[in-house]
Nanobody, 122 residues
Framework: QVQLVESGGGLVQAGGSLRLSCVGS????????MGWFRQAPGKERQLVAG????????YYAEFVTGRFTISRDNAKNTVYLQMNSLKPEDTAVYYC???????????????WGQGTQVTVSS
């Protein structure tokens, strides 16, 4: 069955960096655009970044533009999220997901991983 397994979260001080990874299995990874979402306590899940199946096209939410970078390695069935200049407001559970549609359309994603916690201290 389809599985998405995130890793790389943790506790970091403001201004620090983390790199999240997500490995997909049970489906043809290279055929799907992929994305990273996040959900903070009491808030709705929001799309952070997305990347097309080829990696050529990317999308970033305004609140992470210039700080986060999404990339993928189709040979490893893995999508990454490099997070720099982290802020306390970036604290959330981060999830990866897949879509047949545009990487910028949040409502077209399906099949979520279990998430990885990112905590940024001030």
């Amino acid at each position: 069955q389809v599985q998405l397994v995130e890793s790389g979260g943790g506790l970091v001080q403001a201004g620090g960096s983390l790199r999240l990874s997500c490995v997909g299995s049970g489906f043809t990874f290279r055929n799907h655009a992929m994305g990273w979402f996040r959900q903070a306590p009491g808030k709705e899940r929001q799309l952070v970044a997305g990347i097309s199946w080829s990696g050529v096209n990317t999308y970033y939410a305004e609140f992470v533009t210039g700080r986060f970078t999404i990339s993928r390695d189709n040979a490893k069935n893995t999508v990454y999220l490099q997070m720099n200049s982290l802020k306390p407001e970036d604290t959330a559970v981060y999830y990866c997901s897949r879509t047949w549609g545009s990487p910028s359309q949040a409502n077209e994603y399906d099949k979520w991983g279990q998430g990885t916690q990112v905590t940024v201290s001030s």
